[in-house]
């Protein structure tokens, strides 16, 4: 299980390794308090779909505050 993170969290950190992380509140553009994957794509260009799919893990279709931020930090 850590391995596979670890690979996960490596691979991300290669395609988004000089991406500027946003934070939360500039991410969620319309201030509801979820960063939709709309917002999520704006805010971090360099995320795939997949990866985002993986970010939503209470699979509610949007990104909480510590979802995103876990997104954001790979
Ligand atoms: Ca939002
Ligand atoms: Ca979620």
């Known amino acids: ?3 596979l993170l670890l690979a996960v ?3 991300a950190f290669s395609i988004a390794a000089h991406a500027q992380a946003v934070e939360f509140v ?3 553009a319309d201030g509801d308090g979820a960063v939709t994957m709309e917002e999520a794509m704006a805010a971090l260009p360099s ?3 997949e ?3 993986a970010a939503d893990t209470n699979g509610d279709g949007v ?3 510590p ?3 876990a997104l954001a930090s790979q």
């Open 1 to 3: 299980m850590k391995k």
């Open 67 to 69: 979802e995103y931020e």
């Open 51 to 53: 990866m985002l799919a």
């Open 47 to 49: 995320v795939s779909s």
């Open 26 to 28: 500039v991410a969620d």
């Open 9 to 11: 969290g490596l691979s």
């Open 63 to 65: 990104l909480s505050q």
